[in-house]
């Protein structure tokens, strides 16, 4: 049964025009991204089997195609849907981060950089170019792969410091263990950096490392000065 046929007021797409979005369950709120179930199967059954097959909305928007598609009811048009529901909440993230100055916000910073490096399966190390009044300027991914002192080139980022005329940066990478703790091949890295770009005057204000529920800041651990 599609939504479109549940009797009027009780589906979860009246639900959410009635009460709003924040009233509906998880299984509701990925009803209305998918339409429809299959036959016996109505659009919320079929969502709740989803959520239970990947252990939630993260895991299952993190599934392949492949795997999505192989279950009953799903196929490329609703795994297109899903993934487009995604990168929209990811691209909201990003406007609301290029707006506002991004150290009066510490949240939507790490919110930002959780949604861009949290559920890589391999290492991507970036930074976050900032002018002078610490607004973001761009995001940029640098390198992917290990991240090590040779893997990760202090003049590749003072090249693009200049070329973007940034006044500050932070930069971050992803620990694709889930384990946020910095290594000591992370602390030397950040310290090559800010000497790196000390000698431009371009201050280095943090170094995140993301991890799968939480966000190390070495300025916040004074490892910054």
């Excluded at 589906?11 to 369950?25: C, E, F, I, T, Y």
Aim: proline share 4%; aromatic share 4%; charged share 25%.
């Amino acid at each position: 049964m599609g939504i479109k046929d549940w009797p009027l007021g009780e589906g979860p797409r009246d639900k959410l025009l009635s009460h709003g979005a924040s009233q509906l369950s998880d299984s509701e709120l990925l009803a209305v991204v998918l339409r429809n179930g299959l036959q016996g199967l109505s659009a919320v059954q079929l969502a709740r089997n989803l959520i239970a097959e990947f252990g939630g909305l993260r895991g299952l928007l993190k599934a392949s195609q492949q795997e999505v598609c192989k279950l009953p009811g799903m196929g490329p048009v609703k795994f297109a849907q899903l993934q487009a529901a995604a990168e929209l909440s990811t691209r909201i993230s990003a406007e609301k981060l290029k707006r506002g100055k991004i150290l009066s916000d510490p949240d939507l910073t790490r919110d930002y950089l959780m949604r861009q490096l949290r559920d890589r399966a391999y290492e991507v190390f970036a930074i976050l170019l900032l002018d002078s009044q610490h607004r973001v300027i761009q995001f940029v991914e640098l390198f992917r792969g290990t991240i090590d002192s040779a893997s990760v080139y202090p003049r590749d980022v003072v090249c693009l410091v200049l070329e973007k005329k940034a006044a500050a940066v932070i930069v971050c990478h992803n620990h694709p263990s889930g384990v946020a703790e910095p290594s000591q091949a992370d602390r030397r890295i950040t310290e090559r950096l800010k000497c790196a770009l000390a000698t431009i005057d371009v201050s280095l204000l943090d170094h995140m490392v993301v991890g799968d529920r939480e966000i190390v800041s070495f300025a916040e651990r004074g490892w910054i000065d």
